[in-house]
Nanobody, 120 residues
Framework: QVQLEESGGGLVQAGGSLRLSCAASGNIIRVNAMGWYRQAPGKQRELVAAITSGGTNNYAESVKGRFAISRNNAKNTVYLQMNSLKPEDTAIYYC??????????????WGQGTQVTVSS
């Protein structure tokens, strides 16, 4: 069984910063791409940032220059540093990882979500 555990969400004023973390655990053989998605009320879930096992990353246009994704392969953990936060960044943020697990093979896993609220 593989689990993704997120932490770091919360309430912050516009212009502030937050750092999200997501750790994968369980019968993991290998972790491929990891990323963060978000879903605001009444909107579809969207990709925020993703990073490959080799460190190549990509970002949504709306967060470029403000957010930074990184990972620690030894800990199967991905981070999202969010700076200069705006009210429109308010959403539930979900961690996603493509993982090869024992007896399962490759599969996409999701965290339970963490709320980020940015006040104006």
């Amino acid at each position: 069984q593989v689990q993704l555990e997120e932490s770091g969400g919360g309430l912050v004023q516009a212009g502030g910063s937050l750092r999200l973390s997501c750790a994968a655990s369980g019968n993991i053989i290998r972790v491929n791409a990891m990323g963060w998605y978000r879903q605001a009320p009444g909107k579809q879930r969207e990709l925020v940032a993703a990073i490959t096992s080799g460190g190549t990353n990509n970002y949504a246009e709306s967060v470029k220059g403000r957010f930074a994704i990184s990972r620690n392969n030894a800990k199967n953990t991905v981070y999202l540093q969010m700076n200069s936060l705006k009210p429109e960044d308010t959403a539930i943020y979900y961690c996603n990882a493509n993982i090869w697990a024992t007896a399962v093979g490759w599969h996409d896993y999701w965290g339970q979500g963490t709320q980020v609220t940015v006040s104006s």
